[in-house]
C-alpha cells in the first residue's frame, strides 16, 4: 500500500484511502466529538454532506447506520488546497502532517454517540 500524500492532490496510482459519505449534521456532530483524532474532512454544502476519509480497504465492512462508504475514492469532491469555505466543496479540516485517515473505530464510535444525540433530540 502508498503512504498517503501530504498534499490534496488525489494520488496517480492505486487508491489509498476509502470514504464514508454522512449528511451533513450527523457528520458535523461526529467532527466535534473526534476533535483532533479526527483525519481530513470535506463538507459539500449543495449534497449536505460530509466526507471522512478512512483506510483503503475499509469501506468493503463498513456498516454504519445513516452513512454510505465509497470505496476506491469514487465520488468524493476535493477542494482546492486549504479552501476551507463555500459556497462548495470545502474542506473542514485540511489535510495535514498527520494524514488524511480517520481511524474508523474511533469514526465508528463518534457516529454511533452522535446518533443517540440526535435520536434523544428527536
Not at 7 to 16: G, K, Q
Not at 49 to 72: H, K, M, R
Request: aromatic letters at 6%.
Amino acid at each position: 500500500m502508498h503512504a498517503a500524500p501530504k498534499s490534496p492532490a488525489p494520488p496517480d496510482t492505486e487508491p489509498w484511502w476509502d470514504a464514508v459519505r454522512v449528511p451533513r449534521q450527523l457528520g458535523l456532530t461526529a467532527m466535534d466529538i473526534l476533535g483532533v483524532r479526527a483525519g481530513a474532512i470535506v463538507e459539500d454544502p449543495q449534497r449536505h454532506s460530509v466526507y471522512y476519509f478512512i483506510p483503503a480497504g475499509t469501506a468493503a465492512t463498513w456498516d454504519v447506520q445513516d452513512t454510505e462508504a465509497l470505496t476506491d475514492s469514487v465520488g468524493v469532491p476535493l477542494p482546492p488546497t486549504r479552501r476551507t469555505d463555500g459556497p462548495g466543496p470545502h474542506w473542514r479540516v485540511c489535510p495535514g502532517e498527520d494524514g488524511w485517515v480517520t481511524d474508523p473505530g474511533a469514526l465508528r464510535a463518534a457516529l454511533a454517540d452522535a446518533l443517540l444525540r440526535k435520536d434523544a433530540a428527536a
